[in-house]
């Protein structure tokens, strides 16, 4: 078989990284420890902050050949920046009024350096997959042909179980050509016996072909399908964009809809599975593992995209989960927020307030151990300003997160 080669092209080993254990949330208090000495221990579900080339290769002692479904959605070689709209109550049809924050670069010096960029990741996730696993690689009409060379090279051609399109609809600017509204999805397995749960995404047969089957015996040739059943969706595949308008949208950029995530996460994996996303963005992949019983880690580079994911699994009240860092995370010892601890809660009295804040009941100075949080509602209503805290309360330690990004904690003594 043909391969693809580059100026720069080679295998590297990075050196792992040290990974700190910076948070253990527990959503609503929910598996809230009673003794704090047992406050510590990291869920099985993470999230982690940093360099994915560095962390992966970090996961390798732990979860080589461990891992049942991975689903990336990385940079596609637009050399772009990429911002995410952080404030509230906007008129979504005057983008020049948009409050905005610096989310993402996609920016590369060639295209060299961006294929040894993913050249380096997919060979770690290979290594990750366990033998029934399956990884499904989104891009678009910027990198995807390359990235199919790529994924032949370390998989093997034979592996490649679909080229999925995404279609979607959408508002263009191009006037030379077709309007590019598709994304391609390539599926690769780690060997013959992968995962495959064809009966949990059946989808409904086309009423022309109901009627058609109900008015002809000879329709289908004598084959007559289980029409209540349903049938196994093709690899074309539609559903909307998380758009201004979408009751799901955080206002991160590129986010991709829980639809699209549900049909990858029921087809490929089962309850209990370990589902890995290394570029996770705005969350939506641990989101639905989470919501399916499945065990998720999920790894981005930037803070934003870490507490965006973070707050959607909060609101959901997933199951505890942990933050690890590859380096410890600036936060800051003054807060521009006041709280007042009175009797079996904590207030914020501060006039004004942040995107998000939650406490420690039990703070040791080390691990932030999440009891409770107040993230501000996604579409509307106002943020919560009292938190409760549970019958034993040692030193209690309050983060606030700003719409802009920026951490900073306070300790009630």
């Known amino acids: ?46 999230l982690y902050l940093g360099d994915n080339f560095v962390l992966m290769s970090s996961l390798l002692d732990e979860y080589e050949g461990k891992i049942d479904l991975i689903y990336v959605d990385p940079p596609f070689f637009t ?94 600017p191009i006037r030379s050509a077709f309007n590019r509204k598709h994304d391609t999805i390539l599926s690769y397995t780690k060997s013959d016996a992968y995962t495959f749960n064809a009966d949990a995404v059946r989808v409904p047969y086309d009423q022309t072909t109901v009627k058609t089957f109900a008015s002809s015996l000879k329709a289908g040739f004598g084959k007559v399908p289980d029409l209540e059943r349903g049938k196994v969706p093709e690899d074309w595949w539609y559903f909307p964009v998380v758009a201004r308008l979408h009751n799901e949208r955080t206002g991160y950029p590129t986010q991709k809809p829980e639809a699209l995530l549900t049909r ?3 087809a490929s994996s089962n309850p209990g599975d370990l589902v890995a996303d290394f570029f996770c ?29 973070k707050t959607r699994l909060v609101r959901q009240q997933a199951q505890p989960f942990a933050l690890w860092a590859d380096k ?22 501060s006039e004004n307030a942040p995107a ?46 700003t719409a802009e990004g920026q951490q900073s904690q306070i300790v009630l003594e």
């Open 356 to 401: 998000y804040w939650e406490l420690d009941p039990h703070w040791d100075g080390l691990t932030f151990k999440s009891f409770a949080q107040a993230p501000l509602p996604l579409r509307s209503g106002d943020l919560l300003r009292s938190l409760p805290l549970p019958p034993r309360v040692g030193r209690v330690c309050i983060r606030v997160v």
């Open 281 to 309: 963005g705005s969350g939506t992949t641990p989101l639905v593992a989470a919501r399916h019983g499945r065990r998720f880690l999920a790894c981005d580079a930037t803070f934003r995209a870490i507490h965006t994911a």
């Open 79 to 172: 050399n772009r920046k990429f911002t995410a709209r952080i404030g509230r109550g906007e008129d979504s049809r005057k983008p020049a009024e948009w409050q905005l924050a610096e989310s993402y670069g996609d920016s590369w010096n060639n295209l060299d350096e961006y294929i040894q960029f993913l050249y380096d990741r997919l060979e770690l996730m290979h290594r990750l997959l366990s033998p029934r696993g399956t990884l499904y690689l989104h891009l678009d009409w910027h990198a995807s042909a390359y990235a199919r060379l790529l994924l032949d090279e370390i998989f093997g051609p034979e592996r490649l179980l679909n080229e999925i399109v995404w279609t979607y609809h959408g508002p263009s």
């Open 264 to 266: 990858i996460v029921l």
């Open 328 to 349: 410890e995370q600036p936060v800051g010892d003054t807060s521009p927020f006041n709280f007042q601890r009175v009797d079996r809660q904590v207030t914020l009295c």
């Open 1 to 46: 078989m043909p391969s693809l080669h580059w100026n720069g092209k080679q295998r590297r080993d990075p050196q792992p990284a040290r990974l700190t254990l910076d948070s253990v949330i527990h959503p609503g208090g929910l598996g809230y420890p009673q003794e704090a000495g047992d406050l510590v221990e990291s869920p099985s579900n993470r």
